[in-house]
């Protein structure tokens, strides 16, 4: 049935047609298709890319003969097919990221992924040689996410103009947000492929607040269209997440709470593959009621990163902590921590079962700061987040889950976390020159290090008898009188310091 | 009327009186005298000293002619009276310290008192010549207040024996808990008294856990003499601070919830001078509840000390957080923190309108650690704690309030707190290059400085233009577009920075 036409597994399919380009194509036109394997069938959203050109896109999910049929409301653009055969994925294309072990996430082929994502608001907006640097310094990064706008930024040292107006003017001269303009859609969707193809997930936000063109307040119905016209364009990139916006508190205004469960819904009605959904709050006690079915993951924005094990506990979802403040120098504190305690909130939210999001923020004289713009990193602690990255993606396979509640003995001052036999344990501000709560409580055949996180060193530990602590009571409890490990370990006595057991490999 | 004798104000006028030493004059002999000055009369009560010796301690809390009577069940010991002139306090005596402007304290004679306090918790225990060193490493220091108690202790690196029993043996050759052994007293309150020749409030634990003598387990009735016995010896020292206890929550199976109401009122019934009470917890969510009127301020145990707003909201009274974990390195998560986050942590505290305690934990081949037997301190919070101290004292009078709450834009990420014209804002963790948000809003004539709180350095800043953010909506409030301060500082761009803003004078 095929006509030789393949694409691979996870790539995009695209279906090119030709029809009317007069009146408002974008509002009037309605255009689908249905893909079909066997008796499975998948209904998938087209739209309109500008000179009377008409796209859908399908991101097959299965190998082997697909067919197509279209659907509209326009004869000309109706009753289509054609087939085509769905092939192998090639090295490095593992699929859309996905949900999975409650509180983590892997990619489609089962691959473990761990976001260690950073952000660069409006870096399509930014010129094209300053996009390409973004880019090459990404390519050399260690960083598998990307915070975007689809709309530029209007913000303290974002006043530059916009590469692409988002929408097209209108007989009046000014933007109709009824008419997207497909240059920009198009260049957007190019640097999701170009993230694409470096194994970067693209974190799309939708809506933000830093707006002086109008983009904030559309109405109800232009913002339902572009949500629709978006999931239509790129729901078929592997690499996409969807965020509804970055600090949706700061839109209320404009977008009433309820308003928000709708994007969520016609993202669910749009997008055929379902990516991860999910909306980062303003306020720290503005966070978005995540338990909600139609958000995917806890997005948040909170530098008291040692409540992960709270959030994962209301939310019963994975935590992707996007701004536990950023590493830089300017006027701003969510954007002038030092790049240790950068680094150091990214060990503790990890170490409590959850992820962090990195952002840099210093003072650069033509305004060039990597937080919105990209361009080039100036800071420190993106290499240790790289570091953290290897480590982890060298042993994790389900998820780390933290040792215990904030409530719990002595998880509350120190991190730890576990899977299966591997044992990390994060002393951070704490400089004990031995330690033992939390190793294995009985003698193995462990490999036991000591990580520096700061000067990303490991080194084989110095395994020593556990102490015994004197006994002592706690009212009915006794404590100390054993050890609470097989053994213990020697520490060098100062901060950002973690031991890291695995079974003797 | 006065017979020659003299004490001064806030010192301890003592009546001695010989009686029986036979049976058991603890528990049944009634002792006490009416002190007299014009209308007014206070009822203070007695004690058995052991030898036959019964004393009344009087602090008088006013200038002038004082005459007394005493009042027993024994005739010997009853209505004996006289007379003492009161004169002024010399130098150095303020008399007690009492709760000021609902939120900080002062001395009786108005002279602000900000509680910059350690712990010894055993020191008293020690050999005597660990004592004397304890003492001249206070002297040194500039610590103001000391947390010690008066059983002995038994936990981890401190197994050594106690100095006195506390408690005298009875015929069966136990501590018998109705016999209080006047020798353990007698050193216990000379050292209390050397404190106060040192300007230190000693803020004395009343119970503890930590124990292998049987003092957790005395009886209700037991306790409830023991609390009386304390507060008829030692409340005319004027530097006494009750604390009911260390970690009370662990001594809930023999001491249930409802007995800690009755210790405090045992001490509002024979302290004539109502010190300062409160008591101190374990787990971080067993505050007690420091609302009830008969605890003077809140006494803590909680390492997150960015809460202390939310505290001083729920209780309404002073905060200190006597236990904010500290500077060491050994096993125990409480005790091996960086000199430079209990530093971090004092200065987060201050300048959010609360007190801290510092504690001092390194590890020590003979187990002399500061924290429980006092000696030498090896750390460095200790003077950076004390440069702390000078700042506040040079310019605070009724204590520093904060600038906002946990929840209000920028003070739940930075810190600052004034007082009348006196602003200052700690940065902490940020390491802003310009900042102005919390500085005044009128340009004036200020004295403007930047300090360093981990170097101990105070250089004049250099002020320059406030910075004016683009302006950028927040819903229906607009951030930026104009400055928010009168001026901006320049800071060096690293951690641990503070600004100072002074009236010039």
């Known amino acids: ?25 974008f509002v009037e036109i309605e255009l689908s298709a249905s893909f079909s394997q066997a008796n499975r069938s998948i209904a998938v959203p087209g739209f309109y890319d500008g000179d009377g050109t008409y796209r859908i896109r399908f991101m097959p999910d299965n190998e082997g003969s697909w067919s197509y049929v279209t659907h509209s409301n326009i004869p000309s653009l109706a ?23 409650k509180f983590h996430f892997a990619y489609a082929d089962g691959t473990p992924y761990f976001p260690f994502g950073t952000t660069c608001y409006a870096w399509t907006h930014q010129p094209l040689d300053m996009q390409a640097e973004t880019l090459a310094t990404l390519k050399n990064a260690r960083f598998n996410k990307l915070r975007m706008g689809v709309f530029p930024k209007d913000y303290p040292f974002n006043v530059n103009a916009a590469l692409h107006a988002i929408f097209e003017a209108g007989p009046d001269g000014k933007q109709d947000f009824d008419r997207p303009n497909p240059l ?26 830093y707006d002086r063109w109008g983009y904030a307040n559309m109405s109800a119905a232009q ?13 078929a990139y592997r690499n996409v997440w969807w965020s509804l916006a970055n600090e949706y508190d700061f839109l209320l205004d404009t977008k009433p709470m309820a308003q928000w469960d709708r994007y969520f819904h016609i993202l669910e009605e749009n997008d055929p593959y379902q990516h991860l959904k999910s909306i980062h709050n303003g306020e720290q006690s503005m966070n978005f009621d995540h338990r909600k079915p139609w958000v995917s993951h806890v997005c948040i ?29 300017i006027v701003f504190p969510w954007g002038n ?19 962090a999001g990195h ?4 003072m650069h004289p033509q305004d060039l700061i990597w937080w919105a713009k990209g361009g080039r990193l100036h800071g420190e602690a993106w290499k240790r987040i790289g570091f953290l990255r290897d480590l982890i993606e060298e042993d994790v396979s389900n998820g780390l889950e933290p040792m215990g509640h904030n409530s ?30 939390g190793l294995p409580l009985e003698g193995g055949d462990y490999d036991v290090d000591v990580i520096d996180a700061w000067k990303m060193t490991v080194t084989p530990a110095t395994k020593v008898a556990a102490p015994i602590p004197h006994p002592t009571r706690h009212g009915s409890v006794v404590r100390g009188g054993k050890a609470d490990a097989a053994f213990g370990v020697e520490l060098p006595g100062k901060p950002y310091q973690a031991i890291r057991v695995r079974p003797r490999r």
């Open 337 to 355: 921590i030092s790049a240790e305690e950068l680094v150091h909130r990214f060990w503790l939210t990890v170490m409590r079962g959850g992820y």
């Open 359 to 362: 952002g840099e923020t210093y």
């Open 223 to 235: 913002d339902f269209r572009y949500v629709a016209y978006l999931a239509a364009r790129l729901a």
């Open 301 to 329: 924005q909170n530098w008291d990163v040692k409540r992960t094990p709270e959030w994962r506990d209301a939310y019963g979802k994975p935590v992707v902590n996007d701004e536990p403040e950023y590493e830089g120098n």
């Open 79 to 101: 009753g289509k097919s054609g087939a085509f055969e769905a092939t192998a994925p090639s090295a490095g294309n593992h699929g859309p990221v996905r949900v999975r072990n």
């Open 1 to 25: 049935m095929a006509d030789g036409t393949t694409v691979e597994k996870w790539d995009i399919f695209e279906i090119a047609l030709k029809g009317p380009a007069d009146s408002n194509p």
């Open 184 to 209: 920009a859609f198009r260049h957007f969707e190019a640097q999701v492929g170009a993230l694409r193809d470096l194994g970067i997930e693209a974190d799309i936000i939708i809506f933000h607040p």
């Open 408 to 437: 719990a003995w002595p998880w509350s001052r120190v991190s730890g976390a576990s899977e299966g036999d591997l044992r990390y344990i994060y002393l951070g501000e704490h400089q004990p020159v031995i330690w033992s709560t």
